[in-house]
Nanobody
Framework: QVHLVESGGGLVQPGGSLRLSCSASGNIYSIYTMGWGRQAPGKERELVAAITRSGNTNYVDSVKARFTISRDNAKNTVFLQMNSLKPEDTAVYYC???????????????WGQGTQVTVSS
């Protein structure tokens, strides 16, 4: 099993910034693509940013030029720097990782428990 734990959420005013972190632990054999998804009340979960092990990134159009995803492969950690936050960014943000564990060596997609981000004045 691979466990993902997010941190860094909170309340911020419109135009402000937050930095989310996510650390992976457990019987990790290898971690491949990592990412961040979010789910707003009454909406489906969407993947907003992803980064491959080699550092290639992808973003959903609504966060391009405002959010930056990065990772530290040595520490099995992924970050999401969020700038120019808008009220519509309010959601629970989830970390995700495609990984294999040491026991089964099976590739699975894992999700964290989520951290709340609220953008409001």
């Amino acid at each position: 099993q691979v466990h993902l734990v997010e941190s860094g959420g909170g309340l911020v005013q419109p135009g402000g910034s937050l930095r989310l972190s996510c650390s992976a632990s457990g019987n990790i054999y290898s971690i491949y693509t990592m990412g961040w998804g979010r789910q707003a009340p009454g909406k489906e979960r969407e993947l907003v940013a992803a980064i491959t092990r080699s550092g290639n990134t992808n973003y959903v159009d609504s966060v391009k030029a405002r959010f930056t995803i990065s990772r530290d492969n040595a520490k099995n950690t992924v970050f999401l720097q969020m700038n120019s936050l808008k009220p519509e960014d309010t959601a629970v943000y989830y970390c995700t990782a495609d990984a294999t564990d040491r026991i089964s060596l099976r590739l699975s997609t894992y999700w964290g428990q989520g951290t709340q981000v609220t953008v409001s004045s």
